[in-house]
């Protein structure tokens, strides 16, 4: 296999490419050469139906039926949507161009969010735009006090479309009349809680366990308030959704550790409890850490998935509040699970290879992509820039995987990745 460039050349991982292009044969000769046990790189394992909730639960379209509603009967074992799928447009348009009849907190969760609804029946989560886009997370902060940013929400869902998953739900910035469009829409506990800053803006903090006090409170100017809206998830007595425990969840306590950060046999451990043990589930989490890596969000500590499809079902990419605060920082334990499984899906490789060689690196594929919303500006450029940074890190770690055997040395982080080849 070719050595990858040297000093100065640019690193097209082609030494990549050719193992893709091996036969499994092949692959199986290459991975005993170098000792190791586990195949990397793994091609989907799709069964091959693919029923949507509404073949499931025999739903029909009605003449009234809202888009989301298409949307939901549409939602697939395999995905949320189907690749270049126009209801998507369709969803975000109407998120921003609905008459908002009612607004209410979501109780759940720790931080501010508000349910939406349109006029025509749909719904969407709303959350508040608090700081300018330069924003980055406070120093002194941990993953779980970090505020939520209402614009990861946007960016997340679209970098996940991109990157070809389709399992996060459409997201759309959108700039409100406070009074018109929240004010005169809320009702009991929430509206108590606006009020006049002594600058003369339109204030409002809800009710919730984190910052929602009148030192937090989110303020329009006066009354022009943007926020982040995202596609409502089916209602549950349709599809009921199971919430499971991230196995590399961090501690969310400020002096303790997780077990998969001092275990090195972690992975190990993961690999046979079900659902990890077979199927998509654990590429899925493979994704998911890259996803997140991404995005720097550290606050991974739960995923859910449609109870209906099964086990063998995508994993829902709920919740990028706490993504996109730190530009200038890569946060390698997000993706430890890659790291310590040394395990990738073949179609997710292809697609970091792909926007690493260009010519649309993933930072232009963003900026084109979110091009279109309302709020656009959606990301600070720092973190584009970080993208194409962190796709090429991720593609670095691959290496190492595939041109190294189980030895546990290999496993730790600053040989693996902090290597110049
Ligand atoms: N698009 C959506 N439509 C409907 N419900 C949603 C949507 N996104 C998330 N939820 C639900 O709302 C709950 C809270 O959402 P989210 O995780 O974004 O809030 P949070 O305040 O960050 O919660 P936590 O503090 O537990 O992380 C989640 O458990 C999820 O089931
Ligand atoms: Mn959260």
């Known amino acids: 296999m070719a050595v990858p460039g040297g000093s100065g050349e640019k690193d097209d991982f082609s030494d990549i490419v050719d193992y893709i292009m091996l036969t499994s044969s092949e692959r199986v000769k290459y991975r005993e050469g170098v000792g190791r046990v586990h195949p990397v790189i793994k091609n989907k394992v799709y069964s091959g139906k693919n029923p949507t909730l509404g073949q499931l639960k025999g739903l029909k379209l009605r003449k009234n039926s809202t888009l989301l509603e298409h949307f939901h009967y549409q939602i697939s074992q395999n995905e949320l949507y189907p690749v270049g799928s126009s209801l998507i447009d369709a969803v975000l348009h109407e998120m921003i161009t609905e008459p908002i009849t009612h607004v209410a907190q979501k109780t759940g969760g720790t931080q501010l969010k508000l349910i939406i609804d349109y006029e025509n029946g749909m719904q969407a989560l709303f959350k508040p735009m608090r700081f300018p886009r330069e924003q980055q997370t406070l120093p002194n902060h941990f993953y779980f006090t970090d505020y939520e940013r209402h614009n990861a929400e946007i960016a997340a869902f679209h970098l996940d479309r991109l990157l070809g998953f389709r399992r996060a739900m459409p997201v759309t910035g959108r700039i409100l009349n406070m009074t018109t469009e929240l004010y005169q829409k809320a009702d009991g506990d929430l509206l108590y809680t606006f009020f006049i800053s002594p600058s003369d803006n339109m204030c409002f903090h809800g009710k919730c366990s984190y910052y929602c006090d009148t030192s937090h409170a989110i303020c329009g100017h006066p009354d022009t308030l943007e926020g982040s809206f995202a596609a409502f998830l089916p209602p549950s007595k349709i599809a009921p959704t199971k919430a499971w425990r991230h196995p590399w969840r961090r501690s969310y306590h400020k002096r303790r550790k997780a077990q998969w950060e001092t275990d090195p046999d972690y992975c190990q451990l993961v690999r046979e409890i079900p659902p990890y043990d077979k199927g998509r589930r654990l590429l899925d989490l493979m994704d998911m850490s890259v996803f997140d890596f991404l995005t720097g969000n550290m606050d991974r500590h739960h995923y859910e998935t449609f109870k209906i499809f099964g086990n063998n079902t995508f994993t829902l990419h709920l919740d990028q509040g706490r993504a996109f605060g730190k530009p200038f920082h890569d946060e390698f334990s997000i993706l ?39 709020v656009n500006p959606i990301l600070w450029e720092p973190h584009l820039v970080a993208l194409d940074r962190r796709v090429e890190i991720i593609l670095k770690a691959i290496r190492d995987c595939i041109t190294k055997g189980e030895n546990p040395a290999a496993m730790d982080e600053s040989t693996v990745i902090v290597k110049d080849d």
Do not use: Y
């Not at 926007?355 to 084109?368: D, Y």
């Open 336 to 374: 430890a699970p890659v790291l310590h499984c040394c395990l990738l899906r073949q179609s997710t490789l292809e697609t970091l290879i792909k926007f690493h060689n260009g010519p649309v690196k993933l930072s232009e594929a963003m900026r084109r992509s979110m091009k279109k919303d309302p």
